[in-house]
């Protein structure tokens, strides 16, 4: 289904832009801004019943370059702004564009809690493993030892697995795409759209300026290496990846944990993200999570279960069923007393 | 007890009002009993005023001092402004409580205490080497010692009540007891019971009713109570009346201004003491098109409600000043975003968790400039609980007139207490309902039609504001500075000098009534030559101490502020009619700074930060020693002179911003 304006014209990726992005040239910024202006006139959903929130980063700067409702917050807190849109108005397809400084750091405590309530917005999280916008700090993503202008001696944080922490929190949809792949977003976006409830996308993205993600070579060819990644999730296929897919993620036969070893072993696994137990996802999600260019990508988990949306409006329905409570009866209760007119 | 009047049957003796306190332990039910009392009287038509007061801690160690939980009413014939100084009668549920509350009643008052309470133990744990029942100590009130736990579990016998279920029950024999000493019906109290207790096993209603219709029986059958006490009806104006807390007034003005405004009410809060209650009340209404919202934190509270804001709904959060704290960068945010929200701060004692469930008035300042950047926003504040219903409807009205966040002060003392309420009339409230923008008003770079969100009204300055859902108004807001009209993105050092000065312009403008002053004697500069002046909680106790001063053929005069921000425009040409301006305050002088600043006077500050309200004779012996000062020529007030008069004050220049501090 398309969208198309009050006299019927389909719009297109144009009628969804809106000004000039105005990030460091080869920042996947750019590209993800632009799978979204092709994605949204796609989804069936009249422009003007987006809203897309973000917070305070390169990344959240986004919402100004998209024709739809928006607004730019502050820094960590658009999941609550976009909960109290989404909840209230049902009508609307609600967006949060958020960093991993944004998300994962000063506004962890509403990511969790907007997945945890299972809240109707579909959370795009890109993760440049670095704070972009003041130049170049380590953020909860960054790999620990990371030198960057704040950690001169390398950083010793242990760093956040994203899509880890929503599994924690118990998100019904977790999904990875990179900015590099625009077929790939393409798919996972228009899944998280689908979605009822709370999505969560991490998008890998490139920081040319800030983080140049200097690659640790590996000559060992015994082991897989960030060359044969990412790993690809289809649903219902095994988890095969290389070149020649040589390799394969197994499920270890006695401990029943998940690892990375040869296609032609026994084990291999059959990617299910509808699985109830969040227990697979999450061990996909530590799979290679220290290799960034090997770690999976695709539909981690994607489960029904009731949105918040659904059944705070449900609740208002069912208190309205007999129309809007009196107003004047509220006020006067059933303990007034009158005191009369002296006459 | 005040004057008795004349007496037709000597078996009751008529009373223009009375002070009523009941204490005991935390777990002892104070709280309900003594809501109910004031229910009763309020429904006989008295005017009442009551004082909860309360430990922080849920159950303070049972049987000490610091646990002690305590409810004080004032009943009256006649309108009144406070919950009374000192209670004329006092019931003392155990020695704790009797040690903690007896300094306050008043010599020769009547005095009821649990004797069955009064055990070795009991006494030890309340510090007490001996037992004041019997070592003399209470010879100057009029002591029932009445074993109160003891006739309830003898009046609740044979229901099948566990022994502690039905010593329990002991608040409820006190509470029918002193309703006939006051020949109070207890009929809405049953009413209650029976639906309090609807859904707990039928014996723990019975054993209350029980224990309720036996302290009733109790006072007219024994000697020692031979006479009971009247007292009339209020001569209120006539109406409808209803008990009002002002937690449930600000929930009720709430609602009835997203009533009147034709939207939803969307409250996004986090629970903290003494504001959840209003979270409590508006979770009920979800039958009046209330939406509440408990998010993770006080951050979230205020951010659900911006987006709220932003999708059409009369948005509201409500905390204290703790999370006030962490709400002000999201305040500074809907400041810039031009969003309707009322944000309700019940202030309490601070700084940090400091008194949680007692009063202050110190977050005025913080109201006003507790932001970054210039971030001006209005601020009013309630002055008594039924006030607290139209203090709430106005800062609706204002926040959606204007576009602005608006803060509506509250505090514990009034959201706790409670007092009549002239229920108003629904067709007589203002209509508050804005026009959201349904078309383009004005044209994009290309040409072609498109919304400018921060082009303004002329006259109030107020930006217009489109809803997700309108088609062909999409457009951008943020935090970012945006250039005026348009709305875009904007680095322009005159644009950004422009649009501070404009948001400033727009507070600025905002037309408040002019302050009033009350004195009999005279208009400013022809009567008094004190002028009290207050804002918030204190207009109860101001106003009642003015009464006292009056009573003594002195002129005084009283004002007291709605409006904080912006300040009525009369008011420095007022001040500047009077020889002094006292100003009392629960916190170090913050109005009193404040005047100084936008005034160019010196006010005299009276303060204190002792988590209770000023008390009415307290004030009234200040301000009669400064009126007769005055009348001397001389008013310079020292503390050491507010201590021989029974002050427990400070008084002097405000400590804000005064000489010392240059
Ligand atoms: C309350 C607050 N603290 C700090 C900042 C400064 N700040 C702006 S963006 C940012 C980090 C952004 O990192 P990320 O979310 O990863 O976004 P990116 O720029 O990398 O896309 C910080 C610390 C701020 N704007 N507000
Ligand atoms: S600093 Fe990095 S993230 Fe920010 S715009 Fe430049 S490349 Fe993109
Ligand atoms: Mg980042």
Redesign the interface.
């Known amino acids: 289904m398309t969208s198309a304006d009050a006299g019927g014209k389909q719009l297109t990726a144009k009628d969804f832009s809106a000004g000039e992005a105005r990030w460091c040239p080869g920042c996947g910024d750019h590209a993800i801004l632009n799978n979204m202006r092709n994605l949204m006139p796609t989804l069936g959903i009249p422009r003007e019943n987006f809203v897309v929130i973000s917070g305070i980063g390169c990344s959240s700067r986004l919402p100004y370059y998209l024709d739809t409702y928006g607004m730019h917050s502050i820094h960590g807190r658009a999941p609550s702004i976009a909960t109290g849109v989404s909840i209230n108005r049902p009508d609307l397809s609600v967006w949060v564009v958020t960093g991993d400084g944004d998300a994962l750091s000063i506004g962890g405590n509403h990511l969790i809690h907007a997945l945890r309530r299972n809240v109707n917005l579909k959370i795009l999280l890109f993760n440049n493993q670095i704070y972009g916008l003041t130049k170049g700090q380590f953020s909860p993503a960054t790999k620990p030892g990371t030198i960057t202008p704040s950690s001169p001696f390398g950083s010793l944080d242990h760093s956040f697995n994203p899509l880890a922490l929503a599994l924690g929190a118990e998100a019904s949809f977790v999904a990875r795409t990179v900015d590099t792949d625009r077929k790939h977003m393409m798919e996972i976006l228009a899944a998280a759209a689908a979605h009822n409830g709370s999505a969560l996308v991490e998008i890998r993205q490139n920081c040319p300026t800030f983080n140049h993600g200097e690659r640790a070579v590996t000559a060992d060819t015994s082991v897989p290496t960030p060359a044969d990644g990412p790993i690809r999730l289809e649903a219902g296929s095994p988890i095969l990846f290389g070149a020649d897919s040589q390799w394969a993620v197994l499920r270890d036969a006695e401990t029943g944990d998940l690892k990375l070893g040869r296609s032609t072993e026994k084990g291999v696994v059959v990617h299910n993200p509808r699985s109830t137990s969040p227990t697979y996802a999450y061990a996909l999600a530590r799979i290679a999570d220290t290799e960034p260019e090997l770690a999976p990508i695709g539909v981690y988990r994607a489960v029904e279960r009731p949105s918040f949306d659904n059944q705070y409006q449900d609740r208002l329905a069912d208190a309205r069923a007999g129309g809007r409570g009196d107003l004047q009866d509220l006020l006067t209760g059933n303990d007034s007393w009158t005191v009369p007119a002296r006459s | 007890m005040t004057t008795e009047l004349e007496q037709p049957d000597p078996r009751v003796r008529r009373l223009k009002g009375v002070v009523i306190r009941f204490a005991g332990d935390s777990g002892d039910g104070m709280q309900l009993t003594g809501d109910r009392f004031g229910?009763q009287a309020?429904?006989a038509?008295n005017d009442v005023a009551t004082l909860p007061d309360f430990p922080a801690e849920i159950r303070a160690p049972a049987g000490t001092v610091g646990g002690v939980s305590s409810y004080q009413l004032h009943v009256a014939d006649h309108d009144i402004t406070t919950p009374g100084d000192q209670p004329d009668v006092l019931v003392a549920m155990n020695p704790a409580a009797l040690k903690a509350t007896l300094k306050d009643l008043r010599p020769g008052g009547v005095l009821i205490v649990d004797s069955g309470a009064f055990n070795v133990r009991a006494l030890e744990k309340a510090g007490y080497d001996s037992d004041p029942l019997t070592d003399g100590s209470l010879s100057n009130y009029i002591l029932h010692a009445v074993d109160l736990t003891g006739l309830a579990v003898g009046a609740t016998e044979g229901l099948g009540l566990k022994r502690k279920d039905a010593a329990r029950t002991k608040n409820m024999f006190a509470l029918g007891l002193v309703s006939w000493m006051f020949n109070q019906p207890i009929e809405?109290t049953v009413a209650y019971l029976e639906k309090r207790f609807a859904k707990k096993p039928p014996e723990i209603l019975a054993g209350n009713l029980a224990s309720l219709r036996a302290g009733v029986d109790y006072g007219d059958t024994t000697e020692a109570f031979a006479v009971s006490y009247e007292v009339k009806?209020a001569?209120?104006?006539?109406?409808?009346?209803?008990?009002m807390r002002g937690n449930r007034a600000i929930a009720?003005g709430l609602?009835?201004a997203a009533?009147q405004a034709g939207m939803?009410l969307?409250l996004?809060a986090y629970p903290i003491t003494p504001a959840t209650d209003v979270l409590h009340e508006l979770s009920k209404?979800?039958?009046?098109?209330v939406?509440s919202?408990q998010?993770?934190?006080e951050?979230?509270?205020i951010?659900?409600?911006?987006?709220?804001?932003?999708?059409?709904?009369l948005?509201v959060t409500v905390t204290s000043g703790p999370g006030m704290a962490l709400k002000s960068?999201?305040i500074?945010?809907a400041i810039s975003?031009e969003l309707p929200l009322v944000i309700v701060n019940v202030q309490r004692g601070g700084p940090s968790t400091g008194l949680p469930t007692k009063t202050e008035q110190s977050d005025l300042l913080q109201s006003l400039y507790g932001r970054h950047g210039e971030a001006p926003l209005p601020v009013l504040a309630a002055q008594s609980p039924a006030d607290c219903f139209n203090a709430a409807f106005e800062a609706a009205q204002i926040a959606l007139e204007r576009r602005t966040p608006v803060i509506l002060l509250s505090d514990s003392y009034i959201a706790n207490g409670s007092e009549p309420w002239k229920?108003?009339?629904?067709s007589e409230l203002p209509d508050l309902g804005i026009e959201f923008a349904t078309e383009p008003n004005g044209v994009g770079k290309d040409g072609k039609p498109a919304f400018h969100p921060y082009k303004r009204d002329p006259r109030t300055l107020a930006r217009p504001l489109a809803i997700?859902?309108?088609?062909?108004?999409?457009?951008?807001?943020?935090?970012?500075e945006k250039a005026d009209g348009s709305g875009?993105?904007s680095h322009d050092a005159d644009n950004h000098d422009l649009m501070v000065r404009t948001r400033q312009n727009k507070v600025d403008g905002i037309e408040v009534p002019p302050l009033e002053v009350d004195d009999p004697s005279g208009p400013p500069g022809f009567g008094s030559k004190l002028l009290v002046i207050g804002w918030g909680s204190t207009y109860g106790p101001i106003g009642a101490a003015c009464r006292l001063v009056r009573q003594q053929g002195l002129a005084i005069a009283q004002a007291h502020l709605r409006y904080l921000n912006p300040l009525p425009a009369n008011l420095a040409s007022i001040l500047a009619a009077y020889d002094t301006v006292l100003v009392p305050e629960m916190n170090l002088g913050q109005l009193g700074g404040l005047l100084r600043m936008h005034c160019q006077i010196e006010p005299v500050g009276y303060t204190q930060t002792r988590g209770l309200p000023f008390r009415a004779v307290e004030l009234a012996a200040v301000f009669t020693r400064l009126v007769n000062d005055l009348e001397d020529g001389a008013a310079a007030l020292s503390t050491e002179d507010i201590k021989a008069i029974g002050g427990t004050g400070k008084v002097g220049r405000s400590e804000l911003g005064s000489e010392k501090n240059k």
């Open positions: 229910a309020a429904e038509g809405s009806p001569p209120l104006p006539p109406g409808t009346y209803r008990h009720f609602v009835a009533h939803p969307f996004g209404l979800i039958s009046h098109d939406r919202y998010a993770e934190d951050i979230a509270a951010g659900a409600a911006i987006g709220g804001a932003f999708a059409g709904m948005a960068e999201a500074g945010l975003l229920v108003p009339d629904v997700p859902g309108t088609p062909g108004l999409e457009h951008r807001i943020g935090g970012l875009e993105i």
